[in-house]
């Protein structure tokens, strides 16, 4: 029984399976995507931090100073 269950237990562990996925392109979808986000950031940082600057001087300080 022990020598079966081993058996079945050792194939269960050697199966191959086609589900994984493709490494190489998930890390090439990861990178591409870093990618897109670093090149947004660089067009919409001015912006961004304009309108953060805004919205501070607008808001006035809290302290009332």
């Known amino acids: 029984m022990l020598a079966v269950l081993t058996a079945l237990v050792s194939a269960v562990l050697t199966r191959r399976r086609p589900d994984r996925g493709d490494v190489p392109g998930w890390v090439l979808i990861t990178l591409m995507t870093a990618g897109i986000v670093m090149a947004l950031w660089i067009v919409?940082?001015?912006?961004?931090?304009?309108?953060l600057d805004a919205a501070l001087n607008i808001s006035g300080d809290p302290n009332g100073k």
């Open 44 to 51: 919409a940082e001015p912006k961004l931090a304009s309108l």
